[in-house]
């Protein structure tokens, strides 16, 4: 599941991208690689109020947020980061609705704290840090190398041991997601004009192996994803936690023109297993703020976009249908609206509404979700 409003993530390969200047214009001391380093960091305020028919009772909370990070200078290919985020509970609805309609499990947490070495055409990066593949994501304690010497190519290797997600939203206690964690391969190619191949293989230790290949085409016109991946799970595994061998398929198309942007996509998965956990770690498929049943078993979505940038405002609309198991079915959309107002300072707005047919009932929720966020 995707946050339009707090879905920010920084990407692995980002940092073998940056391995040249990192090294060539290193600190001459490791004094001066602390003195050199930067500051950042953001102040946000959120909201979200969420209206629930058949009998729930509505709920909303405010949350303000506080980041600041640190990151040195490089010292002969090392440098290092921290940073930790804060967050202030701004009031209630009802009761619990701070923990129960979002986890927040701590009001501090240490979000990012690693050591990099840094050289031309590698990086390795160890500790807790940002991760953004096709299913890793947010925060992870890892150990991460990415490899550009190869012309038109990254290869990223890395293994994870716990994960949490942290932003203005939520936060997350660092947790185990297998007993033994879990590797990645993930490659990309770019060598064709217009089209970039990223196969990757994922395997988790007495828990699930899958792989996949996802091929993305970028024209003047039009742009295409294909996207397919399917998991084996370990029958002990899978018999505790209630998986089973899945499989998923995401075909795109979109484009943009001028201010205007469009796509449509179709998303099905195994008809017994779903995605058959590869979700456990993160997710990229699922278009959807909310998204409950698009990796269920035998979920078939499909989903239309648009967007469209007037006077500096960013205005975005999705719709999507899936029907999964025996004749259910989920209907989801999310309208969004974001302006800078500055530089620095930016706001956004999303109105989401889903509605379910499901085994133990229908539901129906309609909320919004409002943030202000000043980055320096």
Known sequence: MKNLLTGKTISLVAC?????SS???GADTIDSAFKEGKVSGSLAL???KHDKKNGNLDSGFG???ATVAYETASFYGLSAKAEFKGNLGLGEIEKNDRLTGAPFENNSLMTEAYIKYAMDGFSLTAGRQAIDLEWLGDYNEAVVAAITAIPDTTI?????????ESGIDLSQDFYVVTQKGAYVLDVKYAGFEGV????YAYSAPDAVDFYGLKTTVTTDYFGAIAHYAESNVEKVFGTANGYQDGSIAHFELNTTISEVSAAAGYITTDKNGGVGAMSAYGDNISPFDTG???YSADAKTVYGSLGYTIADIELGALYGETKFGTNYKEKELNLTAGYSITESLATSVLYGHVNADEANGDS???YVLASVEYTF
């Open 196 to 199: 970039e191949f990223n196969p």
């Open 16 to 20: 073998g991208l940056l391995l040249s």
């Open 292 to 294: 409950l049943n698009t």
């Open 364 to 366: 129906d929720d309609k």
């Open 46 to 48: 959120y909201g979200q």
């Open 156 to 164: 990223v290797l890395g293994y994870t041991d716990r994960k949490a």
């Open 63 to 65: 949350n303000g947020n």
């Open 23 to 25: 090294v060539a214009f």
